[in-house]
């Protein structure tokens, strides 16, 4: 994606590119299977569902470690995808956060961090989020997303119902500046 940073942070987080050495890294926070009890892949925790996952991530040239800056540990996964320069758009989404990062300041800091980059080249962000998963859900509404619709999204080959929900530049800049 020709509007990819190499890296981002701010106080908490650092984002940087996901690399192809980094699958072990990832796979020992992504084997919790707490993580993915609400997702429309609850086994995602497994090895060989999870490596789908990072084969995916490396394969769009746009996906992130998420690593908490003072412990220095990779602690989840995001990406963008789905960029429309036409449109002026983009998806946020594939996140994922160790359970001990879920509920705080992390989710909605390395949120803010990503909108606060992307919105230079798009006006809307679009996340497609699970019907069952309730917790991103909240997490995407706190943000200031609307639910734009119901959408079949692809989980490798097949598709699956998710809430589409939007957020639009002029709205995030009222909500999360």
Do not use: C
């Not at 699958?23 to 299977?33: G, H, I, M, N, W």
């Not at 990779?74 to 359970?99: P, Q, W």
């Not at 002029?170 to 500046?177: A, F, G, Y």
């Amino acid at each position: 994606m020709e509007i990819l940073s190499e890296f981002l942070e701010n106080e908490l987080v650092k984002l940087e590119p996901v690399q192809e050495t980094d699958f072990e890294r990832l796979y020992s926070v992504a084997s919790d299977p707490a993580i993915w009890e609400q997702h429309p892949s609850p086994d995602r925790y497994k090895r060989e569902v999870f490596q789908k996952f990072f084969d995916a991530a490396i394969e769009s040239g746009s996906a992130y470690l998420i690593i908490d800056k003072i412990s220095g540990q990779v602690i989840g996964s995001t990406r963008f995808y789905e960029y429309d320069k036409a449109n002026k758009s983009i998806a946020i989404g594939y996140t994922f956060l160790a359970k001990k990062y879920w509920g705080g300041i992390y989710n909605p800091s390395i949120k803010k961090l990503m909108l606060d980059y992307i919105f230079q080249w798009v006006d809307k962000v679009y996340f497609h989020v699970g019907v069952s998963n309730i917790r991103s859900q909240t997490a995407v509404l706190r943000l200031g997303a609307r639910l734009q619709e119901m959408v079949m999204f692809d989980h490798y080959g097949e598709k699956v119902e998710h809430h589409l929900y939007v957020l639009n530049k002029e709205i995030k800049d009222s909500l999360i500046s």
